[in-house]
């Protein structure tokens, strides 16, 4: 956005946000999976390479979290964010394994003013993020709340 901060005026439906890099590694899958999930083979590599997922792999939550810090980093820091009523879906398409490289990306798929609270308006995104193969491993659709530029600058 060159400087500017994101408001419900800038997201344009059909437009297309890219999100920052993140290289995923084995010490952070633990140490999430010790915390939020700890299964086996987001704990531990031998397991993770006799289970289906093919090595030390990333918990879905954990892909979600490092997802949001994408799109915190990509935009939303820089917005009139209010946040958001919810998730519509989210679905983990490939395993996150350590050493993997993720690139994210969020299409603006409609957009609406609130008929109740003038100046806030609803922003619907469809979201992925792949691996370094081109591989998409998650994806989402949610509904943001950002203030219009007038509120934002009133």
């Keep these: ?5 994101w408001t419900f005026d800038d997201l344009e439906v059909g437009g297309t946000i890219r999100l920052g890099e993140k290289t995923v590694t084995a010490a952070e899958i633990i140490e999430f999976a010790s915390e939020f999930d700890p299964q086996a083979f987001h704990l ?3 397991a993770g390479k006799a289970s289906i997922l093919g090595g030390l792999s990333a918990s879905g939550w954990h892909s979600c979290a ?3 810090r994408m799109m915190c980093d990509g935009f939303i ?3 009139t964010s209010q946040g958001a009523p919810g998730v519509e879906y989210v679905r983990w398409k490939k395993p996150v394994l350590a050493g993997d490289t993720l690139t994210g990306q969020c299409t603006v798929l409609a957009k609406r003013e609130s008929k109740s609270k003038p100046g806030l308006g609803f ?3 469809k979201s992925t993020m792949s691996n370094q193969r081109g591989e998409t491993v998650l994806e989402l659709e949610n509904t ?5 530029r007038e509120a934002a600058s009133a």
């Design 1 to 5: 956005m060159n400087g500017k901060t």
């Design 44 to 46: 531990d590599e031998e």
């Design 66 to 68: 490092m997802f949001m």
């Design 77 to 79: 820091l820089d917005s």
């Design 123 to 125: 922003v619907t995104v």
């Design 144 to 148: 943001g709340m950002f203030l219009t």
